[in-house]
């Protein structure tokens, strides 16, 4: 019992921050057909950005509830920053290439921003463990747990139902479902279908850099956490469906408990766990489990 | 047919003749190009039915570490025969799993052989008897029963390796102009059609699937008789985007253009590596953004007629 409760806080966690990545993932697919694998370096880029803020923060002597803040302000800026000269500047050019092609052109840009996040942050781990302790722990029976990782499965129930508000309740989200299903008919309608590219890969991208902004604080800053994360959110996009918001939470939550069984009850296969899950889902629903059926052309 | 052989024998000859004399790290480097060359002319296989797999590593890390362990347990230590052996042994353990992924399409079918290949990447990483994530090293090869003198090894890699990636180029040429070579084309236009038309597309992925991993798994055993050491790296799915890069970058018009993007790889990694130590990844990504931007159908499309025709 003592143990399926662990088991059960640890991979909702880390189904958490997974689904705040994964839905930034699926986002970008569903609107601008691109699989990123650039995704993880963008979380990369979230994770050691939030270290510098947080940095930052502690030297000016905030009051420690702004790191908090200053790990979002991060976030918001690499965004605003990083997504127009990414969107515009280059993947722009490759619209309406082969699917598979468009990966690897993100595979390029994946090259080229580990060496950039080296060039800037160089290649020691940062570690901000500040935020970490902001929220005590939590007992729950004889066990206590981190009160910060219960917040990240709040963040990631306010992020979800913000986006799902956002695709379905508002003005934007009715304009951005047209463009997803035809971009031209979109644009003959008026739509400026190029801007509803750059902002839908912005909110990506931003998504990407909160996930990564927010577990800073609980691991170690360094080269390499690009490379773990983006195949890890691709297994959650594939197995929920590309492009389905319900999807990549089941997807998260799928991925994120069979790690946390195989952490806690077969160590050694922690590494692909999560592997044969997706090729076990993707057997027996070839498109995912919540991808919808789509004609194929004679 | 004739004339066809006729041209790669004197081209190998010529390869072989000129290969004598160039300096040693340089023979090293052609041999790894053409090693994984061979590995990427099975994704062309693939690439001309319309799917493209982001896990050759693993096949090629099966034909390797085949070579390393009939090399190490078994004494067999001749070139010619490991790099057969890791060919039949990648085509047998994927052989299983061939009619299943041949039911996948785009980018559903790149994903679920990344996923296979990571699930052996992870076997390959906890097996101790395999060495672990330090993987496993090999000896000398021997050629048809002679023990190479330390001046020669390093020419005789070069050689055999050539020999087999000739071999296999030419094999290639045959098949794609071949029957089943034609349908796997016409499974990229259209795969509703071929089935209509009578043709199994299934059957087609899956053999093309099983052809691959024998080129990957020879590739990938010639490669470790060269470098003399094999680990789970060769599985990760970094290394399977090289594969994928150089098949992209060489186009499937031309056959002869897979060695020469491999080539070309393998220069531009060394030189980066060599003169901007820190930033060659980026260098890489910027030579494949520029390569996928001003050459959409690869290499070969330099020396071939523009519109994407057939490799006969």
């Given at each position: 019992m003592q143990l399926a409760l662990t088991i059960l806080v640890d991979g909702l966690s880390y189904a958490s921050w997974l689904f705040i990545v994964a839905l930034g993932l699926t986002l970008v697919f569903g609107v601008l057909k691109i699989l990123n694998i650039a995704h993880g370096s963008f979380y990369a880029l979230g994770a050691y950005m939030a270290a510098s803020a947080v940095a930052l923060a502690t030297d000016w002597n905030l009051?420690?509830?702004f790191s908090l803040l200053a790990m979002l302000l991060a976030a918001v800026m690499l965004a605003a920053l990083v997504a127009p000269l990414t969107e515009r500047g280059l993947l722009r050019f490759f619209y309406g290439r082969d699917e598979v092609l468009l990966v690897l052109v993100t595979y390029a840009l994946f090259l080229m921003l580990e060496d950039i996040t080296k060039l800037i942050w160089g290649a020691n781990p940062y570690y901000v463990?500040?935020?970490?302790?902001?929220f005590g722990n939590i007992d729950i029976g004889s066990q206590s747990y981190v009160g910060y990782d219960l917040l990240l499965v709040v963040l990631a129930g306010l992020v979800g139902g913000l986006v799902w508000w956002g695709l379905n309740r508002t003005r934007f989200g009715k304009i951005v479902t047209a463009v997803i299903h035809s971009p031209e008919i979109a644009a003959s309608m008026g739509i400026k279908v190029s801007r509803v590219y750059m902002v839908a890969f912005a909110i990506g991208l931003f998504l990407a850099a909160l996930g990564g902004a927010f577990t800073a604080p609980m691991i170690s800053?360094?080269?390499?956490?690009s490379v773990g994360v983006i195949i890890i959110s691709f297994a959650v996009v594939i197995i929920g469906g590309l492009g389905s918001i319900e999807g990549a939470a089941i997807g998260a939550l799928i991925v994120g408990m069979a790690r946390a069984m195989a952490v806690h009850l077969?160590?050694?296969?922690e590494l692909f766990s999560v592997y044969v899950v997706m090729a076990l889902v993707l057997m027996f629903r070839p498109e995912g489990l919540f991808q919808r059926i789509q004609a194929r052309k004679i | 047919m004739g004339k066809l052989l006729f041209t790669a024998e004197l081209v190998l000859l010529g390869c072989l003749g000129a290969g004598f004399f160039l300096p040693k790290w340089l023979q090293f480097m052609l041999t790894m190009a053409m090693a994984n060359g061979l590995v990427s002319l099975g994704l062309v296989i693939l690439m001309r039915g319309g799917v493209v797999a982001f896990g050759q590593g693993l096949m090629a890390a099966l034909g390797g570490y085949t070579a390393a362990l009939v090399f190490e347990h078994l004494q067999w230590t001749d070139a010619l025969l490991l790099p057969l052996l890791g060919g039949v042994t990648a085509m047998l353990i994927t052989a299983p799993f061939a009619p299943l992924l041949a039911r996948y399409r785009g980018i559903f079918f790149s994903m679920l052989t990344l996923a296979l290949s990571m699930v052996g990447y992870g076997i390959l990483v906890k097996t101790d008897s395999l060495g672990g994530s330090d993987g496993i090293n090999m000896g000398r090869v021997t050629l048809l029963g002679q023990t190479l003198p330390d001046a020669a090894v390093s020419y005789t890699l070069l050689a055999v390796t050539m020999c087999f990636a000739a071999v296999s180029l030419v094999w290639a040429k045959v098949f794609f102009a071949s029957t089943r070579g034609l349908v796997t084309r016409a499974i990229r236009d259209n795969e509703l059609r071929v089935e209509y038309m009578g043709g199994s597309v299934a059957q087609t992925m899956a053999i093309n699937f099983v052809l691959a991993a024998f080129l990957a798994g020879m590739g990938g055993a010639l490669a470790v008789m060269a470098l003399g050491h094999i680990d789970p790296n060769f599985s990760y799915w970094t290394t399977s985007g090289e594969y994928v890069f150089v098949a992209i970058l060489a186009?499937?018009?031309?056959?002869l253009a897979v060695m020469l993007s491999s080539a070309v790889l393998e220069v531009v990694r060394s030189f980066s590596s060599a003169y901007f130590p820190t930033t060659w990844q980026f260098a890489l990504g910027l030579f494949l953004l520029l390569v996928i931007r001003f050459l959409p159908h690869g290499l070969g499309s330099l020396w071939r007629s523009k519109s994407p025709q057939d490799m006969s």
């Amino acid at each position: 019992m003592q143990l399926a409760l662990t088991i059960l806080v640890d991979g909702l966690s880390y189904a958490s921050w997974l689904f705040i990545v994964a839905l930034g993932l699926t986002l970008v697919f569903g609107v601008l057909k691109i699989l990123n694998i650039a995704h993880g370096s963008f979380y990369a880029l979230g994770a050691y950005m939030a270290a510098s803020a947080v940095a930052l923060a502690t030297d000016w002597n905030l009051p420690p509830y702004f790191s908090l803040l200053a790990m979002l302000l991060a976030a918001v800026m690499l965004a605003a920053l990083v997504a127009p000269l990414t969107e515009r500047g280059l993947l722009r050019f490759f619209y309406g290439r082969d699917e598979v092609l468009l990966v690897l052109v993100t595979y390029a840009l994946f090259l080229m921003l580990e060496d950039i996040t080296k060039l800037i942050w160089g290649a020691n781990p940062y570690y901000v463990s500040e935020p970490y302790g902001l929220f005590g722990n939590i007992d729950i029976g004889s066990q206590s747990y981190v009160g910060y990782d219960l917040l990240l499965v709040v963040l990631a129930g306010l992020v979800g139902g913000l986006v799902w508000w956002g695709l379905n309740r508002t003005r934007f989200g009715k304009i951005v479902t047209a463009v997803i299903h035809s971009p031209e008919i979109a644009a003959s309608m008026g739509i400026k279908v190029s801007r509803v590219y750059m902002v839908a890969f912005a909110i990506g991208l931003f998504l990407a850099a909160l996930g990564g902004a927010f577990t800073a604080p609980m691991i170690s800053v360094q080269p390499g956490v690009s490379v773990g994360v983006i195949i890890i959110s691709f297994a959650v996009v594939i197995i929920g469906g590309l492009g389905s918001i319900e999807g990549a939470a089941i997807g998260a939550l799928i991925v994120g408990m069979a790690r946390a069984m195989a952490v806690h009850l077969m160590p050694v296969a922690e590494l692909f766990s999560v592997y044969v899950v997706m090729a076990l889902v993707l057997m027996f629903r070839p498109e995912g489990l919540f991808q919808r059926i789509q004609a194929r052309k004679i | 047919m004739g004339k066809l052989l006729f041209t790669a024998e004197l081209v190998l000859l010529g390869c072989l003749g000129a290969g004598f004399f160039l300096p040693k790290w340089l023979q090293f480097m052609l041999t790894m190009a053409m090693a994984n060359g061979l590995v990427s002319l099975g994704l062309v296989i693939l690439m001309r039915g319309g799917v493209v797999a982001f896990g050759q590593g693993l096949m090629a890390a099966l034909g390797g570490y085949t070579a390393a362990l009939v090399f190490e347990h078994l004494q067999w230590t001749d070139a010619l025969l490991l790099p057969l052996l890791g060919g039949v042994t990648a085509m047998l353990i994927t052989a299983p799993f061939a009619p299943l992924l041949a039911r996948y399409r785009g980018i559903f079918f790149s994903m679920l052989t990344l996923a296979l290949s990571m699930v052996g990447y992870g076997i390959l990483v906890k097996t101790d008897s395999l060495g672990g994530s330090d993987g496993i090293n090999m000896g000398r090869v021997t050629l048809l029963g002679q023990t190479l003198p330390d001046a020669a090894v390093s020419y005789t890699l070069l050689a055999v390796t050539m020999c087999f990636a000739a071999v296999s180029l030419v094999w290639a040429k045959v098949f794609f102009a071949s029957t089943r070579g034609l349908v796997t084309r016409a499974i990229r236009d259209n795969e509703l059609r071929v089935e209509y038309m009578g043709g199994s597309v299934a059957q087609t992925m899956a053999i093309n699937f099983v052809l691959a991993a024998f080129l990957a798994g020879m590739g990938g055993a010639l490669a470790v008789m060269a470098l003399g050491h094999i680990d789970p790296n060769f599985s990760y799915w970094t290394t399977s985007g090289e594969y994928v890069f150089v098949a992209i970058l060489a186009g499937s018009q031309s056959v002869l253009a897979v060695m020469l993007s491999s080539a070309v790889l393998e220069v531009v990694r060394s030189f980066s590596s060599a003169y901007f130590p820190t930033t060659w990844q980026f260098a890489l990504g910027l030579f494949l953004l520029l390569v996928i931007r001003f050459l959409p159908h690869g290499l070969g499309s330099l020396w071939r007629s523009k519109s994407p025709q057939d490799m006969s």
